[in-house]
């Protein structure tokens, strides 16, 4: 393998990562606040792409990027209140049905709205065949934009949880959601908004990606099982770790086309996950506990 060719299948590799590792996040930010994992997370990042792609034709990119994270939070926050809100300590088989019924839901009404459309949006610098040069490899320019929102993501992330008064309060709940109801905490806005920051952080995710990636509206189903894995790798619930188990998923999955058929790459993610169920369930950075919080 080429030193240029090697560069070539890293960025793939870190790019894929990065988005892997912001749905991985997302699904951690639930799960530590409300003990949920929520299946419907991929379909965050499918809405961002597909309602920024719908309202560019009468806004600035920007704006339409803006439009549709704000959108897909607003789902993201009535998803909670209308189907899980209402919820008296549901069972974790329950939770898990209802999440993948919000996550067909989601699908189908993607699919009557936008119909079986491959869309994407424009490169936010040059186009499809701008490169540039990394040490001989034609690296393109949406990568980078892709890996610094995720990086900015995830430094935002940490700040919020660390320096504000919600971001605290959220991570009281992971902690110890009866003792924060004893100080005073509503622990059930806490929910609602752990939903819309999980929204929010996959749609404009999912709105980086669509130059490079395109978008549909069965996206989600794909991004939600690479997006389960990598926090299933990094130990539920450790958002931190998260962001290195996408990392390590991207990379195994775009090296794997030098020695596997492009059709097995998604096998991957799924054997990866099946191992570490079965050898380590509590993932390979953590104890699989409510960490992720406390480690941002």
Known sequence: MTLELFIQYFFAGIT???????????????????????????????????????????????????????????????????FIRWLDNPGVLRMVIITIGLSILTREAALHVWDESIRSLPYFVGNEISTVNVLGARVSPQVFWV????????AF????????SVGRQMRACAANRKAAVLCGINTRDMVTFSFVLSAGIGALAGCVMSPITSTAYDNGTGLAIKGFT???LGGLGNSAAAVAAGLLLGIIEAFSVSVLPLAFQDAIAIAILLIILFVRPHGLFGSGTAAGLKEF
């Open 230 to 232: 990598v926090a299933i």
């Open 147 to 154: 890996i610094g929102a995720c990086g900015l993501m995830v």
């Open 16 to 82: 894929y990562g990065s988005i892997y590792a912001i749905v991985a996040i997302g699904f951690n930010i639930i799960y530590n606040t409300t003990g949920i994992i929520n299946f419907a997370q991929g379909e965050f990042v499918m809405l961002g792409g597909m309602i920024s792609i719908s309202l560019l034709p009468i806004m600035p990119l920007p704006l339409a990027i803006a439009a549709a994270v704000a959108l897909t939070m607003l789902y993201g926050a009535l998803l909670e209140i209308c």
């Open 157 to 164: 992330l940490s700040i919020f949880f660390q320096g504000t």
